[in-house]
């Protein structure tokens, strides 16, 4: 390996842009970042032949070295977290600094900076983009505490930083490995195992030629997946307190009216997904289970609302064009439908709406899952003068990389059958991926229920009906029964307990839609007017729908992008429906829940917490 790539790199150097067969741009710069990560495959290849080398005759001394490296690195985590930590106690032995563990490999030190940063306020840290860092401590708000290869220190944003692609995280962890390695009797095979189990998935997939460059880990799904509920639905469903802590921001009650009060935010649109053209194929080796679209408010360094996903449709022939929307009998659902609606009021001049292509795959090789970015697009919302963008059509270019970095391709690798003349390269440069959304006006019934949900909200279009009764019903509960504004008691309502999952399960949400969508045909005018009215039905239709599949054991859990637990949860879904009606047009009492009394249905072990509405805890 290290032969080929001291080959290959050689090649490169004498390669010119008279070699190429088309025009190309920013040749240098491509150049170069071959260049670089072909020397940091050779770094890597001479990191680990280090490690697979038999060891030599080591002496107490160099033993000692090792653990003063890493003594010292121990030393610093000391000072920054109490400087009254005696440090400098030298009487140590060989056996306590052994028992110093090493810092975890799931919370690396080592982050290289995406993107240029210019710190405003004294304490910060202004960092270049490619800049190596060393976290010295983390915040739960999102600003670290880091020192560069200077030695200067400050503080950084974490999403300007991504971990460092190393075979072993820092010194510390190298050298107590390099210790144990040398002690024990292991096989040399171990040491590889935990070297490549570090190596980034996309290293690994870009150097075997199976994804096109411009490919990244996705970020918004870091996001959902690693920041727990604070990116999604139903986090954002939530009421907000204020700053005194003793009142809401965004939930009022109309006192002559009794419903909630409509709130008006700067950005409030509705928008359409229709397509995205010449996204390349992740390639061979890899099996596509889901290709979808992440959007979220975003104005530049930070996410603004939930994170909402939407399902695209593909099509074998047509490997390059993705589709939102299909046409299909009954009702769409929630995660195929590419009508959104966005609620944001931050006061930013930069807020637009971040899309992130991208595709969940698993390895045929190893069976291992993953999230690729295939790229990403942005739409800015307002002009230069502050003023909304006009509703058309937008052909957005998709940018490869992450959100943090700049001029980045996404260009599919070079295959048998591409094309080889100079006038045909030009016409394929032309062809760069796009996303084509459309911005659209909303009729005065969706404009009124909009005013009434939550000011920072992403979510689908159908839904807006069933989200606007739940905020009544969250208003009506914190509103208008609790005995004083101050009283923060447990609620019993099983509709608010487990709404908000809904949102993150969007089979549910559809069932639930399909469910209310039958009772509300049934309905007459007269009743469709009545607020109170509106509120029991709805109530009576939740728990005699998806309240019940939630406590229902033969409903798998979900997983994302998982087509087995998909069908399987269909399946339980749909027949569990067709089941409660018939029970409810065979019952003589529509309001008497024999379906729960029935012996032939097994249920959960029952939770307090199913009925249990906690302020305090849920409350943003």
């Not at 910060?124 to 290869?149: C, F, Y």
């Not at 460059?213 to 009421?239: A, C, D, M, W």
């Not at 909303?442 to 839904?463: E, F, G, K, V, Y």
Request: net charge negative.
């Amino acid at each position: 390996l290290q032969i080929s790539a001291e080959k290959t790199l050689k090649t490169l150097h004498k390669l010119t842009k008279a070699d190429e067969l088309a025009p190309v741009g920013n040749y240098d710069q491509r150049k170069q970042e071959e260049e670089r990560k072909l020397q940091n495959i050779m770094d890597h290849l001479s990191t680990l032949f280090q490690k697979l080398s038999p060891p030599g005759p080591s002496t107490e001394e160099d033993e000692d070295d090792d653990y003063d490296d890493d003594d010292d690195d121990d030393d610093d985590d000391d000072d920054d977290d109490d400087d009254d930590n005696d440090t400098g106690d030298v009487d140590n032995s060989v056996d306590e600094k052994k028992a110093v563990k090493p810092p975890s490999q799931s919370d690396p030190r080592v982050y290289t900076v995406l993107s240029d940063f210019k710190g405003d306020q004294d304490g910060d840290l202004s960092v270049q983009r490619g800049e190596v860092l060393r976290i010295i401590r983390k915040t739960a708000d999102g600003w670290w505490l880091a020192q560069d290869t200077k030695g200067n220190r400050g503080l950084v944003p974490k999403t300007f930083l991504k971990v460092r692609n190393q075979f072993f995280k820092n010194n510390n962890e190298t050298n107590l490995s390099f210790l144990s390695f040398s002690g024990a009797s292991h096989s040399n095979w171990s040491t590889v195992r935990k070297a490549l189990s570090e190596i980034d998935a996309t290293d690994v997939l870009s150097a075997m030629g199976a994804i096109p460059s411009g490919f990244r880990p996705s970020t918004l799904n870091k996001l959902l997946t690693e920041e727990g509920v604070t990116y999604r639905g139903s986090h954002y469903i939530q009421p907000e307190l204020s700053e005194s802590q003793l009142s809401f921001r965004d939930l009022f009650l109309d006192p002559d009216t009794g419903k909630v009060r409509a709130r008006q935010v700067r950005i409030s649109i509705c928008f359409t997904l229709w397509s995205c053209r010449m996204i390349p194929p992740p390639g061979v080796g890899v099996q596509v289970l889901s290709r979808h679209i992440h959007l979220c408010a975003f104005d530049g360094t930070q996410v603004l609302s939930n994170i909402h996903t939407v399902r695209a449709t593909y099509n074998s022939k047509s490997p390059k064009s993705w589709n939102f929307s299909p046409r299909m009998t009954g009702i769409l659902p929630t995660l195929l439908d590419g009508d959104c609606f966005l609620r944001c009021n931050s006061a930013s001049p930069d807020l637009g709406i971040l899309f992130e292509v991208g595709v969940t795959f698993i390895r045929n090789s190893t069976g291992e899952r993953g999230d690729l970015s295939c790229g990403w697009a942005f739409l800015k919302l307002t002009d230069d003068t502050g003023h909304l963008i006009p509703n058309r059509t937008y052909e957005l270019p998709v940018n490869g990389g992450t959100p943090y970095e700049k001029d980045v391709t996404v260009e599919a690798p070079v295959t048998r059958g591409s094309p080889t003349g100079v006038f045909q390269q030009m016409l394929q440069s032309r062809r760069q991926p796009k996303l084509i959304i459309k911005l659209k006006s909303a009729n005065s019934h969706i404009r009124t229920q909009l005013s009434l949900l939550p000011d920072n909200l992403l979510h689908c279009l159908s839904c807006v009906d069933l989200l606007a009764l739940h905020r009544q019903l969250l208003a009506d509960a914190l509103l208008m029964d609790r005995p004083t504004m101050q009283n923060a008691d447990l609620i019993c309502s099983p509709v608010l307990s487990t709404f908000p999952v809904l949102l993150d399960q969007l089979d549910l949400m559809d069932a639930l839609r399909n469910a209310w969508m039958d009772v509300l045909n049934n309905m007459s005018r007269a009743q469709k007017r009545d607020p109170s009215h509106l509120k029991e039905e709805f109530t009576k239709v939740y728990l005699s729908s998806v309240y019940f599949l939630l406590h229902t054991p033969s409903l798998p859990s979900y997983r994302w992008a998982d087509p087995s637990t998909e069908m399987q949860r269909a399946r339980v879904i749909y027949s569990t429906l067709d089941a409660l009606k018939q029970t409810q047009h065979t019952s003589s009492s529509s309001e008497n829940p024999q379906v729960f009394l029935d012996p032939n249905n097994e249920h959960l072990a029952f939770d307090i917490t199913e009925l249990t509405f906690d302020l305090l805890s849920v409350a943003r």
